[in-house]
Every structure is written in structure tokens, then in C-alpha cells.
């Protein structure tokens, strides 16, 4: 297996720009995560989903952030419109059964500057 | 919600031990302590799990005391590769990362 698959690996757009971050989790998980990873807050939990719903969206920002997951091997996290503050390195994570017992497998993240 | 606290940095020589404590005072009964190990520009990487007692694997221990209001990762004989932020996670209902302590080893 490739592991879980983010792209793209590098991001680098205006304010105001819509962005649009991509993942492809492990296949048979059961468990799709994003999070977001500052200096400053350290790696946060925005929102996760189990088998394609979206079950704690509590840590995501604010209404700029959106995040769907239409099947089982496709999820997206959307920010619109983008501000210099959501620069961060964002990870997709997938775990197969039980969320937060099972081991989570991290992508290798997407570098988004927002200038 | 259980709120992690580790140390910021640690310091450490190549073939000693090095033991990251993590405080989580408010672990709730259907909480697991999870270990995961970040380098640069990678995604975190799991290193080790456990509930209670000790926890041994083939790159770490676990070990948790039975109030379970913190634990520590035993790294033994690090290297300089084993240069790199660990993060402590208490899942359960809610997952909830640590601040990360950056151990760095030294020749």
C-alpha cells in the first residue's frame, strides 16, 4: 500500500484565493482526519470522518474551512477565502477501525503559504 | 476533555536512555495513551500504545502507573537518528494531541 497520499505537497497562493487540499486514505480505514500543524498550536485535530461522515467538525476554525469526503478513498479540505493565518502544514491521517485506539497513518502533509 | 503536558525539549547523548514523561490529568476511562514520533517535514509516525502497566516493543516502552494521570516513553540507547519531536495523544472520545517535546541527540 502507498500509505495515505496528500497532494499537493506545496501550496502557495494570495489572500482571498480559494485552496484546496486533497487526500487518499489508506485503503479499508474506516477513519479519515485532517489536522492542521503551527509553531505556535502544535498539531490540531480540525475535523474527522467515519466511513465518509463527518462525525467532529469542533476544531475546525471557522466557517472559511469546509471539508467533504464523498467516498471512501477521497476527502478534501477547502478554506475560502484564505487568509495568511491559515498558513500551516495540514496532515490527512486514516486509521481502520476504532478512532483514536487504532494507529493513525499520517500523510506526509501539504505546506500551505498564504501570502 | 484530557489536556496533554509534556516537556518542551530534551536533551540527550547517543546509547543513553531517554524517558519523555506526559501529564494527563483528566484521562478518561476509555482513553488509550498513544506515542508518535515526527521528523521534518514528515507526518507523525506511531511508536508505541497502551492503557495500563507497561508496554514493551521493539523500538520503545510505555510505561503508565495505575492512576493513569500521565506516562512515560522509554527510549532505549538513542541514537542520533532518533532526533525528533514526540508527541503524547489521549484518544478516546476525544483525541488530543501534546505539545510535542523535541528530544535531541547528541554525539
Known amino acids: 500500500d502507498a500509505g495515505v497520499i496528500q497532494s499537493p505537497r506545496h501550496e502557495v497562493t494570495e489572500m482571498g484565493q480559494e485552496v484546496t487540499l486533497r487526500c487518499k486514505p489508506i485503503?479499508?480505514?474506516?477513519?479519515l482526519f485532517w489536522y492542521r500543524q503551527t509553531m505556535m498550536r502544535g498539531l490540531e485535530l480540525l475535523i474527522y470522518?467515519?466511513?465518509?461522515?463527518?462525525?467532529?467538525d469542533s476544531g475546525m476554525p471557522e466557517d472559511r474551512f469546509s471539508a467533504k469526503m464523498p467516498n471512501a478513498s477521497f476527502s478534501t479540505l477547502k478554506i475560502q477565502p484564505s487568509e495568511p493565518r491559515d498558513s500551516a502544514v495540514y496532515f490527512c491521517?486514516?486509521?481502520?477501525?476504532?478512532?483514536?485506539?487504532?494507529?493513525?497513518?499520517f500523510g506526509p502533509g501539504t505546506r500551505l503559504t498564504v501570502l | 476533555l484530557a489536556k496533554t503536558t509534556q516537556p518542551i525539549s530534551m536533551d540527550s547523548y547517543e546509547g543513553q536512555e531517554v524517558n519523555i514523561t506526559c501529564s494527563h490529568n483528566?484521562?478518561?476511562?476509555?482513553?488509550?495513551i498513544t506515542w508518535y514520533q515526527q521528523f521534518p517535514s514528515q507526518g507523525p509516525r506511531f511508536i508505541i500504545q497502551?492503557?495500563?502497566t507497561k508496554v514493551t516493543n521493539e523500538v520503545a516502552s510505555l510505561f503508565i502507573p495505575a492512576d493513569r494521570k500521565s506516562s512515560t516513553l522509554s527510549l532505549p540507547r538513542v541514537s542520533l537518528s532518533d532526533t525528533a519531536v514526540y508527541y503524547c495523544?489521549?484518544?478516546?472520545?476525544?483525541?488530543?494531541f501534546g505539545g510535542g517535546t523535541r528530544l535531541m541527540v547528541k554525539p
Open positions: 491521517a486514516s486509521t481502520p477501525f476504532e478512532r483514536g485506539t487504532d494507529t493513525q497513518y
Open positions: 485503503s479499508g480505514h474506516d477513519y
Open positions: 470522518f467515519n466511513n465518509n461522515v463527518p462525525i467532529d
Open positions: 483528566n484521562i478518561a476511562t476509555n482513553d488509550y
Open positions: 497502551g492503557y495500563k
Open positions: 495523544l489521549v484518544a478516546g472520545n476525544m483525541l488530543t
